[in-house]
């Protein structure tokens, strides 16, 4: 398999530049776990050592609220386990971009994938550019972003005081909204998202949480679209 | 700064279980070769998999929400513009929040 392009410099800027056009969707985000963070009791260093290396939002979120003296071990890696399971997929489905790397370069690209940045690497990849670079870079520039932010709000979120239903926080969805425009291929897209999103309304209305309703929406959707597709190929 | 102990193995497992997310799909995927089915779905699984995130949160966050979600995907379909859609929905937000009180 040809390996030129398949990582490179450029492909790492575009990707910091990508990330930069979305840091007013991904900060309020960072801000709130970081506050939580602070509210629990836990030390800016260890709220930094956890943003750092768990980089995981939701998952921090559900872990922080469920926080204990001593610290839940157990239930906190659960939680991880459970909530971050959406990000297997993602990294299957970007393996045309994967599988042009190796080592550390593929592995540590791994490490750092977060929602937003896959969506931004998906579109790439459909726009014919397969540099996984581009996903490091993205997911770097969120990733620095994020431990600012989480700073920021450890330390300021007492003075901030901003409540939990401010419009601030409508950033993180919005952003993940205008991603999903980009994600949008065309009119063969529309039934397997109806399908997603009925699935994952249903789910979420037998009562179960996170990360079930959008696990089962995004298997219900994929699958009904992977069974239309090979009925009639497009 | 602080660093106890128990906190920190919390933190390691954590980030243990989010790596084994984050490269187990691929790793998986690296030995074995997915059935044509599969390979399929994993077309479809990315718009698939924010769908499913975001319609129950609409749905939990009501109409005004709704309403400014809408200017999003109008914004980002017209423009193209990620931090100019984002901005447009807060904003839109805010607004009506400013209006309808409670």
Known sequence: MDQRGGFTRAGIMRGLRAALAITLGLSPFGLVVGMTSDGVGLSLAETLLMSGLVFAGTAQLVALQLWSDPAPVLAATLACLVINLRLAPMGAALAPVLDRTRGLRLWGTLAVLV????????????????????????????????????????????????????????????????????????????????????????????????????????CAGAGYGAWRDRRRPA | MTLRWDVLAAILGMALATY???????????????????????????????????????????????????????????????????????????????????
Request: with cysteine; net charge positive; proline share 6%.
């Open chain 1, 115 to 218: 929602d937003n940045s896959f969506a931004l690497a998906i579109a790439e990849m459909r726009a014919g550019r397969r540099d996984a670079g581009f996903l490091l870079g993205a997911s770097l520039g969120m990733w620095v972003n994020w431990m600012a932010m989480c700073a920021v709000g450890h330390v300021f979120g007492a003075a901030l005081q901003l409540p939990a239903g401010h419009p601030l926080f409508f950033a993180s969805t919005a952003a993940v909204l205008a991603l999903l425009v980009q994600l949008w291929r065309g009119r063969s897209d529309l039934h397997p998202w109806l399908v997603a999103g009925a699935a994952a309304l249903m789910v979420q209305g037998t009562g179960l949480g996170a990360p079930w309703p959008v696990l089962a929406g995004a």
């Open chain 2, 20 to 102: 084994l997310c984050r490269a187990g799909g691929y790793a998986v995927l690296r030995v074995t070769r997915p059935p044509p089915f599969v390979q399929a779905m994993l077309q479809h699984l990315p718009g698939c998999i924010f769908v499913a995130f975001l319609v129950p949160a609409f749905a939990r966050a009501g109409w005004p929400a709704i309403a400014a979600g809408a200017v999003v995907l109008l914004v980002q379909a017209r423009l193209g513009r990620l931090a100019l859609s984002i901005l447009a929905g807060v904003g839109t937000l805010w607004l009506l929040r400013l209006a309808v009180p409670g």
